[in-house]
């Protein structure tokens, strides 16, 4: 009885006649392109100490390819956000998928600063900035009511790939060497971005989403001000959590004597608590709302961040890894939530891209910042007391903006659904 009920769901159709695994396909790709983006836009980080060794670059320097790969998206889902929402995602998602395995072969063959930072641009613009709000629109689109739930199984891969491409990669440096590692993962994503694209679907047809778009203006922030609001917080989330980010390995291996391999597991099992965390948050959301389960995320990350620099055994910072990862993953979740509550359906991908532009340059002022901060003090304290810094002035915007929301209607309110 069970197994035959089970059936029957899994072989069921919605509204158009799309079955549930069609529906579950478009989710498991989606996430797997949240993973792999996410771990390819970290993972030049894992070589700031070889590389630096090897060209005599420092880590402001090096920390910097992370601040343009942030850039880049920015601009990235500014630009692919709006044609989201017009045209075909099969179209951004091959070129997304392109643009993931090029700047790999380019780092893995540059020798000057530049090529570094280019490639590093690259991805970020034309690669996962051009395959996030692909993703985002796409998966939000088949599960209308366990929205949260969704969006938290598919940012969860973002935490999973962030945690296991350094990981791997940290292991692979020592075998096969850090140029030869990037030429293995680009083949591997060759592989895996190819899935993505034969995966993932919006619900609707290019044709049916031009013409829900007719009649209903171009996206813009005078007319929805509390998305405007929204990215300012994500603004300064983004800020205080790109300095643990990109710094948090380098941190761990400067304070423990566990070896090069614990900075990579520490950022390892914040990702895995992250991908759990993302889940939750996104069932959170679903109960309680987006914006105060967006703040509790906030308000957990904000006091890892200032809590790190008093750590210094291995334990305890493996244990608050782990605290950090379920927290700051829940901000993600969260904040796609809280635009998808704000912007209609046939608005989201110019919103999205909007809030993740603001959202991506904090990231790379956060990350930048981590590094001249070590190079001028010496420390990594000052670069997460600066970090947990953004994040009190984050929990200030929020609470602005549940004053803002208090009395008013959300236009389109999709939290506390149930079935």
Not at 37 to 66: A, R, T
Not at 207 to 227: E, I, N, Y
């Amino acid at each position: 009885m069970t197994i035959n009920s089970s059936f029957i769901h899994f072989a069921s159709t919605d509204a158009q006649g799309h079955p549930m695994w069609r529906r579950l396909l478009v989710i498991a790709g989606a996430t797997l392109g949240m993973a792999t983006g996410f771990g390819s836009l970290i993972l030049p980080s894992m070589i700031i100490v070889p590389v630096g060794l090897e060209f005599g670059w420092s880590k402001s320097e090096l920390s910097f390819c992370y601040t343009l790969a942030a850039f880049g998206m920015a601009l990235g889902g500014l630009f692919w956000g709006r044609l989201a929402d017009r045209i075909d995602i099969r179209y951004l998602l091959w070129t997304g998928a392109t643009f993931m395995v090029v700047p790999m072969i380019v780092m893995a063959r540059s020798n000057a600063l530049w090529q570094f930072y280019t490639a590093n641009a690259l991805l970020g613009f034309a690669g996962f900035g051009c395959l996030y709000p692909a993703l985002v629109s796409a998966a939000g689109d088949w599960f209308e009511n366990r929205r949260g739930l969704v969006m938290g199984i598919v940012t969860a891969g973002g935490a999973v790939g962030q945690g296991l491409m350094p990981f791997f990669a940290d292991r692979l440096f020592d075998v096969l060497g850090w140029r030869n590692t990037f030429d293995v993962f680009a083949a591997a994503l060759l592989l895996i971005q190819y899935l993505v694209a034969v995966t993932v679907r919006r619900r609707l047809t290019a044709s049916a989403v031009a013409l829900s778009s007719k009649g209903v203006r171009r996206f813009s922030v005078f007319s929805a001000p509390r998305v405007a609001v929204l990215a300012i917080a994500a603004f300064l989330c983004c800020a205080c959590m790109g300095v643990p980010l990109v710094h948090l390995a380098g941190y761990v291996n400067a304070v423990c004597s566990g070896g090069s391999g614990l900075g990579a597991t520490s950022l390892l099992v914040a990702m895995t608590f992250g991908a759990v965390g993302r889940i939750c948050f996104g069932l959170l959301a679903d109960r309680l709302g987006a914006l105060p389960s967006y703040a509790c995320a906030s308000f957990l990350q904000s006091v890892c961040v200032l809590a790190f620099p008093a750590l210094q055994s291995e334990a305890s910072i493996l244990v608050l890894s782990a605290v950090f990862g379920f927290g700051f993953a829940g901000n993600m979740t969260c904040l796609i939530l809280c635009v998808r509550s704000e912007a209609p359906a046939a608005q989201f991908g110019g919103a999205i891209g909007l809030v993740m532009f603001v959202a991506w340059l904090g990231m790379g002022v956060g990350g930048y910042v981590g590094g001249a901060l070590y190079d001028l003090m010496g420390s990594f304290g000052p670069s997460f007391q600066v970090a947990a810094a953004f994040g009190l002035l984050n929990l200030l915007v929020l609470a602005g903006l549940h004053v803002m929301r208090s009395g008013s209607v959300t236009p389109v309110e999709t939290m506390g659904s149930r079935a």
